[in-house]
């Protein structure tokens, strides 16, 4: 089974709202999910990401492959708590 890390689709017409979830690549988008990782809020201000960074990293290392867009995420997060350390 090939896993994936993306984000699910949640909120109503136009006001979207997302859960990370661990996924087989094979489920739709909205379809089952294998766990839920976090949830990310675009409409927030600021934006809301928030995920388990333990069970990600325990999904990676057993296989699971991670979409661009929760790559991206992940990065913003990174670099944004280096910049709050080093403040």
Excluded at 12 to 39: I, S, W
Excluded at 56 to 62: D, I, K, L, T
Aim: hydrophobic residues 35%; charged residues 30%; proline residues 5%.
């Amino acid at each position: 089974m090939a896993v994936v890390i993306r984000m699910k689709r949640s909120g109503t017409k136009k006001r979207p709202f997302y859960h990370v979830v661990a996924a087989d690549r094979r489920c739709p988008r909205d379809g089952r999910n294998l766990e839920m990782l976090g949830t990310y809020d675009p409409r927030a201000e600021p934006e809301k990401f928030e995920v388990k960074m333990d069970r990600v990293e325990h999904w990676v290392g057993n296989g699971a492959q991670i979409s661009q867009t929760v790559k991206q995420l992940l990065a913003r997060q990174a670099k944004a708590a280096t910049t709050a350390e080093q403040a």
